[in-house]
């Protein structure tokens, strides 16, 4: 529980003190050199991500006009260091894309673009920068101390301004000016942040070791020899510690996350709310866009998954048992599923009477997207064996034969031609293919850019939906596979769009008559907090 200032409040309780009021999504904060003013950039409802300026005691925050923004530092002499790029760069919820480093005096002016391709950065006491890029991590600019490949996704340099702490993947991490890694803390899901004690001798961070568990975020602190402890629990809050300014004193946002479904049914003019606890996901469509196929992944999920069909003419979800959802089978008869956490095999389970069938999980560590071929006798995922990258995979339904049909190096979303004889894969941020089943080579699709996302085929083949890259709101194009030419089908946007940090999923009939799309919306609190040891 947040012991909010004006309550009553115990000897040694953290106190919170409120210092945004709006409704919208907080991305970011940081307090400014004379620890009175905060900046922080927010989403304000439903406007884009901007930097804002307030101070303490005040209700009210100054636009600082600059918009499509994330911040990421303040400089000793109040110039702001922020991303500046499409909602996917500026975003709350991670992974991130890069965007452009920018920088503009706190009193105004300007905006000065400094550096593409880039992840996060921040400022030393003495003005040095450190940046971390898509290839490499540069502290101070210019100067390379680690290179590709990384997984490093937020960075903060220390008081003395010899290390850096850093987002790895699942771990806390410190780099020294030479680059020599030390890890302090690991498995860790979703959106860790972290900021450096006023001391520099631990490194405090807000995460959860389960995904999609909102009840166990926590901000610990870890020591450089990593020792942890518990600084203060969330009592159910989802926290993230944004910065601590040098007398001890946080900012920290709360944030409240839902995950929700919205669909246009056949026949129908404006789109359904079909979420059905709070966090529905929507994995699949049926083709004639009456039925979809919904993964609970937040809360109501429980720790073991919950998967439910839902008809779109609004009547109740059907759960179906536990794990996560990936499709429906062609004649509805079976979805395809698989555990939260393990995901060791691929699970049937039956929409109607019957029992569920588990294939052979052959050699592979891990799974991610996966589809039924339309001919419902196979399946197609994306998928890696130990030590090996990712590929994609087929198997067969009855006898559970398991094959690799692409090289190493490749992703996919599971889309499969309507023939069932291809399906589409491409390399981290380069061209599509279009890979055999039979093993043939395979086919470069020269009308989908890098950053396109396919959706779904039409019945005859003759038109791709496809998600067109870094749009926001998403935008969805008909793509003519003969000729190439393009034409915008529909901008996805929710009708209450206070809070949408972002839309994962976009699911759509081959006849182009029905869609569904998830949305995630955050609501945040910004807070000052006195009392933390």
């Known amino acids: 529980m947040l012991q909010i200032r004006g309550a009553y409040s115990p000897p040694g309780v953290p106190e919170f003190i409120p210092i945004t009021f709006r409704t919208?999504?907080?991305?970011?904060?940081?307090?400014?050199?004379?620890?009175?003013?905060?900046?922080?950039s927010a989403a304000w409802g439903g406007d884009p991500y901007a930097l804002f300026m307030t101070r303490r005691g005040s209700p009210e925050s100054r636009p600082l006009n600059i918009t499509d923004a994330k911040l990421l530092g303040v400089s000793p002499a109040g110039d702001l260091a922020f991303l500046h790029g499409s909602q996917e760069a500026v975003r709350l919820i991670l992974p991130p894309r890069?965007?452009?480093?920018?920088?503009?005096?706190?009193?105004?002016?300007?905006?000065?673009?400094?550096?593409?391709?880039?992840?996060?950065?921040?400022?030393?006491?003495?003005?040095?920068?450190?940046?971390?890029?898509?290839?490499?991590?540069?502290?101070?600019?210019?100067?390379?101390?680690?290179?590709?490949?990384?997984?490093?996704r937020y960075v903060r340099i220390a008081p003395d301004g010899q290390s850096l702490a850093l987002v790895e993947g699942p771990n806390i991490v410190v780099l020294d000016r030479t680059g020599k890694k030390t890890i302090l803390s690991s498995g860790w899901q979703d959106?860790?942040?972290?900021?450096?004690?006023?001391?520099?001798?631990?490194?405090?961070?807000?995460?959860?070791?389960?995904?999609?568990?909102v009840s166990g975020w926590t901000l610990r602190a870890v020591t450089l020899a990593g020792k942890e402890r518990v600084v203060l629990a969330s009592a159910g809050a989802l926290l993230s510690i944004l910065d601590v300014f040098r007398d001890g004193r946080a900012l920290i946002a709360s944030h409240v996350a839902r995950m929700g479904c919205s669909c246009l049914a056949p026949?129908?003019?404006?789109?359904?709310?079909?979420?059905?606890?709070?966090?529905?996901?929507?994995?699949?469509?049926?083709?004639?866009?009456?039925?979809?196929?919904?993964?609970?992944?937040?809360?109501?999920?429980?720790?073991?998954?919950?998967?439910?069909?839902?008809?779109?003419?609004?009547?109740?979800a059907v759960r179906l048992g536990d794990g996560f959802g990936e499709d429906i089978s062609p004649d509805g008869h079976w979805v395809l599923t698989t555990e939260v956490r393990a995901r060791q095999h691929w699970i049937l389970l039956p929409t109607g009477p019957g029992s569920p069938r588990t294939l052979p999980a052959g050699l592979l560590v891990a799974r991610g997207e996966a589809n039924f071929l339309p001919n419902g006798r196979q399946i197609v995922f994306g998928g890696r064996e130990k030590d090996r990258r990712a590929r994609i995979y087929a198997q067969d339904i009855d006898g559970g034969d398991l094959r690799p049909i692409s090289p190493e190096g490749i992703v996919t979303d599971a889309l499969a031609t309507p023939d069932s004889r291809?399906?589409?894969?491409?390399?981290?941020?380069?061209?599509?293919?279009?890979?055999?089943?039979?093993?043939?080579?395979?086919?470069?699709?020269?009308?989908?850019?890098?950053?396109?996302?396919?959706?779904?085929?039409?019945?005859?083949?003759?038109v791709l939906y496809v998600w067109r890259g870094a749009s926001w709101p998403p935008v969805?194009?008909?793509?003519?596979?003969?000729?190439?030419?393009?034409?915008?089908?529909?901008?996805?946007?929710?009708?209450?769009?206070?809070?949408?940090?972002?839309?994962v999923r976009i699911l759509v009939?081959?006849?182009?008559?029905?869609?569904?799309?998830?949305?995630?919306?955050?609501?945040?609190?910004?807070?000052?907090?006195?009392?933390?040891k």
């Open 98 to 152: 890069t965007g452009t480093l920018a920088r503009v005096a706190m009193t105004g002016g300007a905006p000065r673009e400094l550096l593409d391709d880039v992840i996060s950065a921040d400022w030393t006491t003495g003005g040095e920068m450190a940046v971390v890029r898509r290839d490499r991590v540069e502290f101070p600019l210019g100067t390379t101390i680690h290179g590709a490949p990384h997984q490093f």
């Open 191 to 213: 959106q860790a942040q972290l900021a450096w004690s006023p001391s520099g001798h631990e490194v405090w961070f807000t995460a959860t070791r389960a995904a999609y568990d």
């Open 267 to 316: 026949g129908q003019v404006q789109p359904r709310e079909l979420s059905w606890l709070d966090g529905s996901a929507p994995e699949a469509l049926s083709s004639d866009g009456r039925q979809v196929l919904l993964s609970e992944v937040l809360r109501g999920a429980g720790k073991t998954g919950s998967i439910y069909v839902r008809n779109t003419d609004g009547s109740d």
């Open 24 to 40: 919208g999504t907080v991305s970011a904060a940081r307090f400014a050199p004379d620890g009175e003013t905060v900046i922080y």
């Open 476 to 503: 969805v194009d008909q793509v003519n596979t003969r000729t190439g030419k393009r034409d915008v089908w529909k901008t996805i946007q929710p009708a209450d769009p206070v809070g949408i940090d972002s839309i």
């Open 422 to 462: 291809f399906v589409n894969g491409w390399s981290i941020a380069g061209p599509h293919f279009m890979y055999a089943l039979d093993g043939s080579a395979p086919i470069p699709v020269s009308y989908l850019n890098p950053g396109d996302r396919p959706v779904q085929w039409s019945q005859n083949g003759s």
């Open 509 to 532: 009939t081959p006849d182009g008559q029905s869609y569904c799309h998830d949305y995630v919306r955050i609501l945040s609190e910004l807070f000052i907090v006195e009392g933390l």
